[in-house]
């Protein structure tokens, strides 16, 4: 059973920064993909950004350019790099991971951005 906790989130300005992290437990496998999705307040969670091996990765066009998703030091982790945020980037941002099929949540972190 894979468990990921996210950390990072909080409040800060619009035009400024956050770093979020994510760190996998539970297998000694490396995951297939690693990925950051968001849920905005009565909205559906949304793809931001995922990374699988070798360095694959894709984001959403709205983050494009502002957020990068990267390989953590340690295996089987993922940050979240955002910049020049946006209130509309104001959110709960999950990671999420895939292994042998079958998909994990972490809680999600909070991210909110004010004008």
């Known amino acids: 059973q894979v468990q990921l906790v996210e950390s990072g989130g909080g409040l800060v300005q619009a035009g400024g920064s956050l770093r979020l992290s994510c760190a996998a437990s539970g297998t000694s496998l490396l995951l297939d993909q690693m990925a950051w999705y968001r849920q905005a307040p009565g909205k559906q969670r949304e793809l931001v950004a995922t990374?699988?091996?070798?360095?694959?990765?894709n984001y959403a066009d709205a983050v494009k350019g502002r957020f990068t998703i990267a390989r953590g030091d340690r295996k089987n982790t993922v940050t979240l790099q955002m910049n020049t945020l946006k209130v509309e980037d104001t959110g709960v941002y999950y990671c999420?991971?895939?292994?042998?099929?079958?998909?994990?949540w972490g809680r999600g972190t909070q991210v909110t951005v004010s004008s």
């Open positions: 999420s991971s895939r292994l042998l099929g079958r998909t994990y």
């Open positions: 990374r699988a091996p070798r360095d694959v990765i």
